[in-house]
């Protein structure tokens, strides 16, 4: 009898010291995931060397339906001419929280990104609209250039030092 109650207490001790480490690791997966996905979404390492910038961004409505569309104004801030444009976007609704921001949205909530395939000339500003879908998205909280392509094949990614500043008053990127 008194194996069976000290079995019974060592068989216990064990379920609850893996369930507690079980919920251990599982919140420091949940922590790691948490932080790969900040820095997915917030890092702007090397933003500065983007050969595009976010001159505006803002939530619109669509003339169609009531559904809400994103804006962006951006100028090319290089010598050099654009083929292609890579955008991210994140979004929030009234109340602060994220919001549906487009298709990327159903895997990250108020995460969301477009492209732009057209060209851009050196120093021009373009205004593009990519449609939403989205009823709640009231406000950009972070619009950004992550990868470029230019005429000439080379292109330029976010986190990714291809170029450097030679001319800080043009921002006119060097290979």
Request: hydrophobic share 40%; charged share 25%; net charge positive.
């Amino acid at each position: 009898m008194r194996f069976a109650k000290w079995s019974l207490i060592l068989a216990l001790s064990i379920f609850v010291y893996g369930c507690r480490n079980n919920a251990s690791v599982k919140k420091k997966q949940e922590t790691i995931e948490a932080e790969a996905l900040y820095k997915m979404v917030f890092d702007t390492t090397g933003l500065y060397l983007s050969p595009i910038k976010i001159v505006n961004s803002r939530v619109i409505e669509s003339d169609e339906v009531k559904l809400k569309n994103i804006e962006l104004l951006f100028k090319n801030v290089t010598n050099k001419n654009i083929v292609g444009v890579k955008f991210k976007w994140f979004g929030l609704d009234a109340f602060g929280e994220t919001a549906d921001m487009g298709a990327a949205s159903s895997v990250i909530k108020g995460l969301g990104g477009g492209h732009y395939q057209h060209r851009m000339r050196g120093g021009e500003t373009k205004l593009a609209t990519w449609s939403l879908y989205s009823q709640n998205a009231k406000k950009i909280v972070l619009a950004r250039p992550y990868e470029v392509a230019f005429t000439d094949g080379t292109s330029w990614k976010l986190g990714v030092a291809q170029y450097e500043i030679t001319d800080s008053e043009e921002g006119t990127p060097k290979k």
